[in-house]
């Protein structure tokens, strides 16, 4: 069992920037993957970013050039650093890790970009 508690969400102006993050109760050191997706309202939730243990990164269209996810393998933390937050980026964002057979979400983290 896992736990994922995310933390870092809030309202911030468009532009602004804010960095979530990832507390897992296990070490991630070898963990393939490790992912944020994220909820708004009245939509599906969508994959954000994707980070694997090989190094290699991912991101969603809507958010390359502005995001960026990094592991923390001693502090067992994923983050992700969103600046030139806009509008459409509200909504809550979730840590999710595919572990062995299984698969972990946190409980989420809302993040809300309004003047």
């Known amino acids: 069992q896992v736990q994922l508690v995310e933390s870092g969400g809030g309202l911030v102006q468009p532009g602004g920037s804010l960095r979530l993050s990832c507390a897992a109760s296990r070490s991630i050191l070898n963990v393939y993957r490790m992912d944020w997706h994220r909820q708004a309202p009245g939509k599906q939730r969508e994959l954000v970013a994707s980070?694997?243990?090989?190094?290699?990164?991912t991101y969603a269209d809507s958010v390359k050039g502005r995001f960026t996810i990094s592991r923390d393998t001693t502090k067992n933390t994923l983050y992700l650093q969103m600046n030139s937050l806009k509008p459409e980026d509200t909504a809550v964002y979730y840590c999710?890790?595919?572990?062995?057979?299984?698969?972990?979400w946190g409980q989420g983290t809302q993040v809300t970009v309004s003047s």
């Open positions: 999710h890790v595919p572990w062995g057979v299984s698969e972990y």
């Open positions: 980070s694997h243990s090989v190094g290699t990164t």
